[in-house]
Nanobody, 125 residues
Framework: VQLQAFGGGLVQAGGSLRLSCVAS????????MGWFRQAPGKERECVVA????????YIADSVKGRFTISRDNAKNTVYLQMNSLKPDDTAIYYC???????????????????WGQGTLVTVSS
């Protein structure tokens, strides 16, 4: 399984970006997918995660109402739509996936088996 994340870039505060994560090797339809980020000098944190089969989601308080996760099964792609971006959203964003198992927290990075390479999002003030 490979995950490829892209779509990052430089955007002004208040702007929007959509990140994409293309999966190959396994279908995402029954997966658990998460978007994580790591800012300079900070620990990696989960931004949004979803268990498509169970219908359970996690979203960080810092992005509630601004970020949403969606998917296109035909393209085997997961998206992170980011609106009303703030300078504090500046980070490298990673997508992660898990295709089997249950009973582990969506927001914990160690729960995931596969990771994309990361894409840099920079929000200017």
């Amino acid at each position: 399984v490979q995950l490829q994340a892209f779509g990052g870039g430089l955007v002004q505060a208040g702007g929007s970006l959509r990140l994409s994560c293309v999966a190959s090797g396994r279908a995402i339809s029954n997966s658990v997918m998460g978007w994580f980020r790591q800012a300079p000098g900070k620990e990696r944190e989960c931004v949004v995660a979803i268990n498509w089969s169970a219908g359970s989601t996690y979203i960080a308080d810092s992005v509630k109402g601004r970020f949403t996760i969606s998917r296109d099964n035909a393209k085997n792609t997961v998206y992170l739509q980011m609106n009303s971006l703030k300078p504090d959203d500046t980070a490298i964003y990673y997508c992660a996936a898990k295709f089997s198992g249950s009973g582990w927290p969506l927001s914990v990075g160690a729960s995931y088996d596969y990771w994309g390479q990361g894409t840099l999002v920079t929000v200017s003030s």
